[in-house]
């Protein structure tokens, strides 16, 4: 009977621990990264959505001011000042009877985006008196990334029959029947998805000649 000169190993060599460690540590590298961007990524995509929301909202109260500008308190014409990234016009914001001095521009700025500021006046005194010192200024939408190629506003004539160019500047404020806005935003314009554009062309009521 032949009797066998070999043992049956038992355990692991050193090297085999060694190399089973390096794989356990390497993969699990793999996931903790992996869901850590993925974390991110989530969190990227949540910020972009809360901020269209908070823009969507600010965007319709835009819609809404302008589309019901009238002539002021003191019986001054319903847009005081237009231009491509700002407009002055009177509103009853309130629906108080008493029509404000509303103020839509972009706050200068030297990041990736900006803000829109809605500035208001409240009429005062006897005779009433739109005193310019008294505007109150707040964020109306933040994240804003216009550019040249995409202006805030744009106006346009009772002319305008939906394929006309929009007036030139300086804008004639007595010919301005319809306002174009248009809103770029974006959280972080250096992620994925991409900027939200928010547009809708205005007609003032108050100003319609048909």
């Known amino acids: 009977m032949m009797i066998s000169t070999f043992k ?3 355990g692991f060599s050193l090297f085999e621990v060694l190399l089973v460690m390096a794989l356990f540590s390497s993969t699990l590298f793999v996931v903790i990264r992996f869901r850590s961007n ?4 989530q969190n990227i995509v949540n910020q972009k959505l809360q901020s269209r929301q908070d823009i ?7 819609v809404t001011d302008i589309r019901s500008a009238g002539p002021s308190s003191l019986g001054g014409y319903a847009i005081e000042a237009a231009a491509t990234g700002s407009l002055t016009f009177y509103s009853d914001i309130d629906k108080d009877g008493i029509f404000e001095r509303v103020r839509y521009f972009l706050a200068s700025s030297t990041s990736a985006t900006t803000t829109l500021q809605r500035g208001i006046v409240e009429p005062a005194g006897n005779p009433l008196v739109y005193a310019t010192s008294t505007e109150i200024v707040a964020t109306a939408a933040a994240n804003v990334v216009n550019t040249s190629t995409v202006q805030l506003f744009a106006y346009y004539d009772a002319n305008y029959t939906g394929s006309e160019a929009p007036l030139s500047v300086p804008i004639t404020t007595t010919a301005v029947r319809l306002v174009k806005i248009s809103l770029l935003a974006d959280v972080n314009p250096n992620t994925a998805p991409v900027s939200t554009l928010f ?5 003032i009521r108050n100003l319609r000649s048909n």
């Open 38 to 41: 993925l974390d991110l990524l």
């Open 8 to 10: 049956r190993r038992a």
């Open 199 to 203: 547009s809708d062309m205005v007609s």
């Open 56 to 62: 969507d909202q600010a965007f319709q109260r835009l």
